[in-house]
């Protein structure tokens, strides 16, 4: 079944080289990505799509991950000791694999992108490539549209607050003068790529910077215009050390970077062709060191590109449409309580419709028997189906209760506006616990039937969030099964703060039992395998960090426990190492869709247990946040997600087999047909529906 697979044949690692570094992995992980711009099966507006996830990804990484190295380098020695981290060394082999994807980068642009546009008669111009024509017509945009709105910001008077994270700004140089000037490229304002009047059959598009570029010394009157540059400013987000360690010495480190100002620089990323007396005025200006400093080409914010217009619209430029499918019980189901009360459901995103659950919310809030609704909300939408259910129930004076997660990196805003409205129109809103986020996706509505109160669930792998449901796969579970029922009422009663340890019995509820039950499952395959009996664990999640955890598989591979992987992001595991790990197989899939669902599977004598839910197998979800995963009971469903997960276990097309070194690897296919899981899962629960219809 896995004869495709290369092992990697070399001695047993040392112990300090047990496990990937995990920021240094996230960075093969975004190398993935950047495999499927340069993919040429894939059509050319989705590998330019690639391209605006890498760019994106990589904003945020040195956001988070290298604004976190940069502030741990500030702090003194003795204070960061027990981290065992090194930070600047780290920077410097992360800065270096950074370079070397840019280049990757730039080369896939260049060389395929802009080509393969050309082959289709669009076409991306320099300013000194316009015609006359469209030259005239830039002197008019530029007086009437764009001049406007740049803010000219002089380098002698101005400081490095004046650079707005993630805003492309333009170094202008001038002759026979040290200052500089720098301008601002309202492309939030104006869009970014400017349609150019062109002859029929032909679309011609120009970067904004570049327009500005062109007519940059209209801005100076008084001054020459020598050059100019194009920068970007990265900002710190906030520090969250506690998402990766523990201690009392943690607050030590807070303590000695309270000086410190939110959203310092974390990066510089400048044009490579800028001189390098240029780049130091510049680095000075932003007070940050020359590690801080990346070079890149003459246009920056790839993520633009998720916009680039495609003014052909011809379906081999685009992946094909794969539109939600009908779920057979779900669809025109007049009452989904009914529906629910007959047995457990499960709906796979984006595969079938959100709009099922939104139907179900808003059942519930017009419906006269249903008392309570209850819900933790990780990332909410600015405005959705959902949301506005929840209204309605308020508006019906049931009893709403909603957790809001106010530590939803990059989403706080949003969510401390949702909160405020929530309580303003009669919900119980509660916060963020100190210290412990809450990142489970569940629900609890409870109704009177016959006289007596009955709970119904939903436990999810993905946010309530309608948006991210079309591009992530996840997995959603309804069900009226007390077992769950209890648990998940137990889950809220620690939200509202009512009891501090939840009383559980079938639930997996991190920071509480999830540690300890997967440590015990392991453990019994690893008993299994000692026996000489069949055993097995096959696991899927978004990344996989937590060395304790990570030594448990290792403990199980060493025993001859067969151990399979989906990892779709970052994976500190190594895998394939003679006498550690020689049993363990990490598979990562990137296709069109974001794998994001978790699911565990444990053989248990044949009579698999299968967990699924909001965990990954990193400290932070284990140890610090509250997740929740819930037992598949119902055997159909069960079925089900496990066809799902074979189908991707056998993946040759979009998997990359991970090695000891890292390497990404494509899975090479063996005997019979190809296999492209995301494709192949449409069509089985197609079929499902089909069958069903």
Known sequence: MYGYIRFCKQQVLEIKERYFDRDLDWLAFNERVLQEAANSTNPLYERIKFLAIFSSNLDEFFRVRVSKLRQIRKVEKSVRKPLALKPNKLLKRILKEVDSQQEQFGTIYREQILPGLGTNGIALLDFDDCTAIQKAHLVDLFRDMIQPRITIMDGDTLNRDNFEDGTLYLTVRFEAEEGLAFLSVPAKELGRFLSLPTKPGRYEYIFLE?????????????????????IKVSRDAELYLEDDYEGDWIRQIYDSLN??????????????????????????????????????GAHHNFSDFFAFPNPLGYPCLEYKPLPPLTHQDFENCPDIFALLSAGDRILHFPYQSFGYLEQWVRQAAFDVDVSSINISLYRIAKDSALTTALLNALERKKEVTIFVEAKARFDEE?????????????????????????HSKIMLIERRESGQPRGYAYIGTGNFNANTSKIYCDHALFTASEKITADIKQVFRVLRREVVVPKLKHLLVSPYNSRLSFEHFIQYEIDQALRGLPSGITAKMNSLEDKKMIDWLYKASKAGVPVRLLVRGFCCLRPQVPGLSENIVVTSIVDRFLEHGRVFIFHNQGDERMYMGSADWM???????????APVLDKELFEELRQMMNLQLTDTVKARIRDAQGNNTYAMPGKGEAVRSQYAIYDYLRGKSLSHG
């Not at 570049?210 to 194009?230: C, E, M, N, P, W």
């Not at 590690?291 to 890149?296: Q, T």
């Open 210 to 230: 570049d327009v500005i570029r062109g007519f940059a010394q209209r801005l100076f009157s008084h001054r020459k215009v020598v050059a100019t540059y194009s």
């Open 414 to 438: 949003n969510n401390l506006l949702w909160g405020r409205t929530f309580e303003e129109k009669g919900a119980k809103v509660f916060y963020s616990f100190p210290n412990v986020k809450v």
């Open 619 to 629: 400290t932070r979800n284990l140890d610090k946040r509250i997740e929740v995963l």
């Open 259 to 296: 000086k410190r100002q939110d959203g310092q620089p974390t990066r510089l990323l400048f044009e490579g062709t800028m001189p390098g007396e240029v780049q130091h005025q510049v680095r000075k200006l932003l007070g940050i060191g020359k590690v801080d400093m990346v070079k890149g």
